[in-house]
């Protein structure tokens, strides 16, 4: 079965719950839910009595009409089971909704834990795991929860029904109600015979369905540049493939469920027989009446399915158990950002230093090795040097993204580990590379910076960013609406919304992190008279691929495989000679405005070609 299981193993997260430990947690779900759902369990009571109540009613009534066939007696016999049919659809429908309730709430607060333990995971445990294999956790694993559950309340009710019957049948022939039981042993253990590989095929379901769900969910995310690069047969092939693992795995899942039920029919039909003719026997030589005789055929229909219900239920509940686990295993995760405590600074100054820090994404891979580095509050200082240096993963350790292995990393003299992160993060402002839009209006996006901001307060801080010249391009000005991922807007104008959204937040210490490497001058140069407001006042780290948010810092720092190979000013550093020179000339010289006139002059001056 290999090849249906391929790419099926579990997350690194994920751990090994026994039974008895997933249904402790269940039920601690269901406590706040005590007083509805003993009176789930009251309606419980009802209709079983009421459901048992019913064949006893039959079985006196086929006694009874055999002496008594009077028209008062047959509507009598009509009304009891009107009533007693009634009764059990009020009792039964008021379970269903006392429990449909309960249900609901349980589930609602498991999806909220899970939800809140997916904003608190780290950020590299979403470098490692697929968010639409997190997404199904949340969503679909909660789902089945829930459908587990409510099977569970519908098993208890056919649990006392069996109890109840069980008691009766005692009462009126001790030798049958004997044969009827006797095949119980053989179902209840077949059952749970399935109960390993039913455990097991259902968790790989589970998988394979997340596996689908992170597959469409990263095409539709991406659909722009399979389009670009005309991928999207290549898309389609790759999701036959996904789809086709997914319907492998959820028809072995299918069969082994499917496969318990005829078994369990089978047996059943062996013990109903042997009751027949028992019965039949008992009946003929008068120790049974023709009502009894009834009482036991009928009650045996009642009986089986109950009993074929609680054996398989143990299958069946694995469904429940093998998605409580996943989320469970979600809620758990431990998290790899932990910190000692909670102080809140009142106003952060802005000095950062690392102490001998050392920093690493993977084991065996050091990113920074005893790093030491002091930023002054206020001050600009920008990281520079060739891609895997360590620029941005300096950046990830300020705003405590990832946590570090060795040394320390102050914030004005505080351990940064010590820190209130939601207090801390209140002052720190980040700006990527790729911002990120919310589906809204531009003002819905740069609020999100400081959520109780006033209108006004909005426009004055779009307006700071390129004297506010971008809104009056846009459409609808700031109600102009970003559409999904901000894909209706251009990377530059994504770019100074974030700019505002930082602005309207006014940190202490600022991040920008190669913010101006995929845009236009015409909007750079925008960004860049944003930037200005931004950058005073405030401790900022620019981490830049272009020359004009790198030359105005107040220091610059080289950095080579995690280490500091230079610092100074730019033109310092252009006439040491080093490595900074040799990156200027590499990808900064051409982006100096005195380059730029130059080769204009050049193009000037060329040779024009004569004619078409």
Do not use: C
């Amino acid at each position: 079965m290999g090849f249906i299981m391929d790419g099926l193993d579990a997350e690194a997260y994920d751990r090994q719950y026994t039974d008895g430990v997933l249904v402790k947690r269940i039920v601690n779900y269901f406590r706040p839910q005590a007083k509805r759902m003993l009176a789930v369990s009251a309606a419980i009571v009802l209709t079983s009595l009421v459901n048992t109540g019913l064949p006893i009613f039959i079985s006196s009534s086929i006694d009874r009409l055999q002496t008594d066939t009077t028209t008062a007696t047959l509507l009598l016999i009509t009304a009891g089971l009107i009533v007693l049919g009634s009764l059990g659809w009020v009792f039964n429908a008021v379970r269903q909704w006392l429990s449909a309730a309960a249900i609901g709430n349980v589930t609602l607060k498991l999806r909220e834990d899970a939800f809140d333990a997916v904003l608190s995971r780290d950020l590299s445990f979403y470098d490692t795991y697929a968010s639409g294999k997190i997404v199904s956790r949340v969503t679909s694993d909660t789902q089945a929860f829930s459908q587990v559950v409510a099977l569970a309340t519908d098993l208890l009710s056919q649990l006392l029904l069996v109890v109840l019957l069980i008691g009766y049948l005692f009462l009126v022939n001790v030798q049958l109600t004997l044969v009827t039981l006797a095949l119980s042993p053989f179902i209840v253990i077949t059952a749970l015979a399935f109960r390993k590989i039913a455990r097991e095929t259902v968790t790989r379901s589970r998988r394979v369905n997340a596996v689908v769900s992170s597959h469409i969910q990263e095409t539709v995310s991406g659909i722009g540049i399979a389009k670009a690069f005309r991928q999207e047969q290549a898309v389609y092939d790759q999701f036959l493939d996904v789809n086709a693992q997914s319907y492998r795995v959820n028809l072995r899942t299918g069969y082994t469920f499917s496969s318990i039920f005829p078994i369990l029919n089978l047996l059943s039909g062996f013990g109903t027989a042997a009751l027949v003719y028992f019965g039949g026997v008992s009946a003929q030589a008068g120790n049974l009446t023709p009502g009894e005789w009834y009482l036991f055929i009928q009650g045996l229909a009642l009986f089986w399915f109950p009993l074929t219900s609680i054996a398989s239920f143990w299958s069946q509940f694995q469904l429940g158990l093998a998605a409580g686990e996943r989320v469970f295993a979600l809620i758990d995760a431990e998290a790899k950002v932990v910190q000692t405590d909670s102080v809140k600074l009142p106003e952060i100054k802005g000095e950062i230093r690392f102490e001998n820090v050392n920093f690493s994404y993977n084991t065996n891979e050091p990113v920074l090795t005893d790093f030491s580095m002091t930023i002054h509050a206020g001050e600009t200082l920008a990281l520079v040097g060739h891609t895997g240096s360590g620029k941005s993963s300096i950046g990830k350790l300020i705003a405590r993204f990832y946590e570090y292995q060795g040394g320390k990393l102050l914030i004005d003299g505080q351990d940064i580990r010590t820190l209130d992160l939601s207090s801390y993060r209140s002052q720190l402002g980040v700006v990527t590379q790729s911002p990120f839009l919310f589906d809204g209006t531009v003002m819905e996006n740069i609020r999100y910076g400081k959520s109780d901001a006033s209108d006004d307060e909005v426009r004055r801080a779009a307006q700071q960013v390129g004297h506010g010249d971008w809104i009056d391009v846009l459409p609808n000005g700031l109600e102009t609406q970003v559409g999904e991922r901000g894909g209706s807007l251009s990377m530059g104008q994504r770019q100074l919304v974030s700019l505002a959204r930082v602005l309207l937040q006014n940190p202490s210490i600022f991040i920008l992190d190669e913010a101006t490497a995929s845009i236009d001058p015409l909007t750079e140069t925008l960004i860049q008279e944003g930037l200005d407001v931004i950058l005073e006042n405030r401790t900022s780290i620019v981490i830049a691929h272009r020359l004009s948010t790198v030359k105005n810092a107040d220091r610059i720092i080289v950095l080579r495989e995690g280490e500091i190979i230079e610092e100074g000013t730019h033109d310092a550093l252009l006439a040491g000679g080093g490595h900074y020179a040799e990156l200027y000339n590499t990808y900064f010289r051409h982006q100096s405005l005195d380059y730029i006139e130059g080769a204009r002059n050049l193009l000037d001056t060329a040779p024009q070609p004569i004619g078409d």
